[in-house]
T-cell receptor, first 113, second 114 residues
């Protein structure tokens, strides 16, 4: 079975600090995409960052970066200089090479002022 | 640009009632999806449509039907609602399916079945 696992249901961090959210997955596919989505209290899901599995270089988007370890099937999200607006649910997901996204169960991140 | 629009945003039903959740996107996307979100379960795919006229089951299709009316619209119907269908429902669309990845989501519809 192709699965995405987020083992941290909740995390909190002080504003301006760095936080890392963990994600592992299981697949036998070689070509796929991995994603981190953010769901703020308003509920609308927003793409944060995307990684193509065949690219070794880790993706970065401003304060957001990933640590992609293909052999270990690990895909963590690092948020630097965290801001109050980063408070949200974060979902890790993958398409596992097909048309559908499989999501993890989410990590609720709270940034403390 | 409205993106993905879902209606209604909130609905309360009694067990056995039927209803349809409507979804429309204005981005000319081929693929559309319906997910449900439950606490501790993440998002689970109910149905998806790769193109107009095609639909396919996802992880949790039982109790639901869908219609891809045209390229813009993808509706989700509950024929006989059950309390287990209490959830937040999200519609999403994508230009190229999940192959390149980005899904654009609606704001969600909170459904309560009593």
């Amino acid at each position: 079975a192709q699965t995405v696992t987020q083992s941290q249901p909740e995390m909190s961090v002080q504003e301006a600090e760095t936080v890392t959210l963990s994600c592992t997955y299981d697949t036998s596919e070689n070509n796929y995409y991995l994603f981190w989505y953010k769901q703020p209290p308003s509920r609308q899901m927003i793409l944060v960052i995307r990684q193509e599995a065949y690219k070794q270089q880790n993706a970065t988007e401003n304060r957001f970066s990933v640590n992609f370890q293909k052999a270990a099937k690990s895909f963590s999200l690092k948020i630097s200089d965290s801001q109050l607006g980063d408070t949200a649910m974060y979902f890790c997901a993958s398409n596992f090479g097909n048309e559908k996204l499989t999501f993890g169960t989410g990590t609720r991140l709270t940034i403390i002022p | 640009n409205a993106g993905v629009t879902q209606t209604p945003k909130f609905q309360v039903l009694k067990t056995g009632q039927s209803m349809t959740l409507q979804c429309a996107q204005d981005m000319n996307h081929n693929s559309m999806y319906w997910y449900r979100q439950d606490p501790g379960m993440g998002l689970r795919l109910i149905y998806y449509s790769a193109s107009e006229g095609t639909t396919d089951k996802g992880e949790v299709p039982n109790g639901y039907n869908v219609s891809r009316l045209n390229k813009r619209e993808f509706s989700l119907r509950l024929e006989s609602a059950a309390p287990s269908q209490t959830s937040v429902y999200f519609c999403a669309s994508s230009a190229a399916g999940g192959n390149t990845g980005e899904l654009f989501f609606g704001e969600g519809s909170r459904l309560t079945v009593l």
